[in-house]
């Protein structure tokens, strides 16, 4: 695949920044287009170390918007497609079901379409759908979703993305527009909006405020530093074979509880304070509306086939998040403010 310009949708948001620098840092033989709507979990503070890059064009757009699209394609020439946007957090999705629907089904509907339109039957293009570990479902005590456990979404948002997954798969079949696909666990790691577990806790720790643990804290997520997440979606992007799904994940299982308790261990460390003060702060509240018990990532064929693994041990890598967040209060603050604060409080006012 001989990429020349290639769109890398949602680089304004958490994985997607990390995702825009690596290849803006290691491919300037692309011109990277960086589309992103800029909704509240987009920044373009996340891209200010690179945003005057020679090889870097940001265009502001929705999209499920069809026109806006259609002029990208055609006024970038468009070669290949990583495609990150969406809506994103589990618990706004319980809320506003449609805006995820709107985006992660309509917006990946309208991208395919047009990239369907202009490259016909192009086979040296290549449309890349970065997508969820949640549409397998959930776990019981065991096991591990390989590419070849069945489709069971149980949130609006897990039914959004395997709603986007399949599409992708059809237009693959039926038009052999050439695609991948990637299946990716909890990343953690800089940049990522503090209404996500790791960076809501490490917020609330900084401001002494609860931290709200759902349900009894059971649940388990396996961890994946977004930067190595970055890395695997740069290989499966160039080895990646044509209509190939690949797991992402970090062999990383933590029990929400467990992961809380070190990071206030890591906390009180950093911020100078007695042993267990972070913890004091630990408040178990309502349980999500039908939250997945488990997620595990049986990520053996990226590594067996592509030869990608995580590198960062998940202690070291917690610490590196915490430091980032303490050293960028002004980056928390310009993205907490305004409607997300709203939506917290909405959230919370029902507990
Ligand atoms: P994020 O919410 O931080 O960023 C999403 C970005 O998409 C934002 O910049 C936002 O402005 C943009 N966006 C939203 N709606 C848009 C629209 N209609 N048009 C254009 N841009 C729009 O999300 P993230 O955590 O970086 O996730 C990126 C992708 O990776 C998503 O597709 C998500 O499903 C997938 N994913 C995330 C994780 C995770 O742990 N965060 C794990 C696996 C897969
Ligand atoms: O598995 C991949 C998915 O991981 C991605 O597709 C999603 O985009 C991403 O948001 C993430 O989904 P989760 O729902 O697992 O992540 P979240 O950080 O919201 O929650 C992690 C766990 O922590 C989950 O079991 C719910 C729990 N939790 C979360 C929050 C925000 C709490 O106990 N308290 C909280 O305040």
Redesign the pocket.
Known sequence: MSARTLLI????????SHVVRLFIGSHPEYRIVN?????Y???LENLSDIESASNHVFVH????DEKAIDRVFSEHAVDAVI???????VDRSILDPLSFI???VM?TAVLLNTARRYWKDRQDVLFYH????EVYGSLGDTGLFTEETPYDPRSPYSAS?ASSDHLVKAYHHTYRLPVVIS??????GSH??PE?LIPLMINNIVHRKPLPVYGEGLNVRDWLWVED?ARAIEVVFHQGRNGETYNIGGFNEWRNIDLVHLLCRIMDEKLGRAEGDSASLITFVKDRAGHDQRYAIDASKIHRELGWSPTLQFEEGLRRTVDWYLQNPTWVEHITSGSYLEYYQRQYSNR
């Not at 949708?9 to 997607?16: E, H, K, L, R």
């Not at 589309?35 to 909704?39: E, G, I, K, S």
């Not at 299946?183 to 953690?188: A, D, E, H, R």
Request: aromatic letters at 6%.
């Open positions: 949708t949602g680089g304004a948001g958490f994985i997607g589309l992103d709507a800029l909704t979990a987009g920044n757009a929705d999209i499920t495609h990150l946007a969406a809506e994103s957090h709107r985006t992660n917006g970065v997508s969820t570990d993305k299946n990716c666990s909890n990343n953690y990522q909006f996500k997440h």
